[in-house]
């Protein structure tokens, strides 16, 4: 289960569909990830191929982070068995 958000333009994407506080062209691999993440009951479980599933390092080493779309990223911490500071981010 995701129980909380850093980025507002993704919860509502994920809530209601919007792509107002998203980039349009992602709107289907977002889908797909966010189902896949609210699944989830450990990081471990977004491994799957074509993800580029990853552990980050230095300032965000308690995220984990999928691809979405060349330098797009979905990141995410676990804290139990849900995702938590859910974010969408371009970081290169």
Known sequence: M?????????????????TAGIQPKHAKVLSILLLQLASSIQPEDMNTPGNGFHKL?????????????RNWRLIFQFEGK???????????
């Open 82 to 92: 849900n995702a938590i500071l859910v974010d969408y981010i371009d970081y290169h």
């Open 2 to 18: 995701i129980k909380s958000w850093r980025h507002k333009g993704l919860k509502l994407f994920y809530e209601t569909g919007s």
């Open 57 to 69: 390092r230095g300032d965000l080493k308690d995220y984990y982070a999928v691809k979405v779309s």
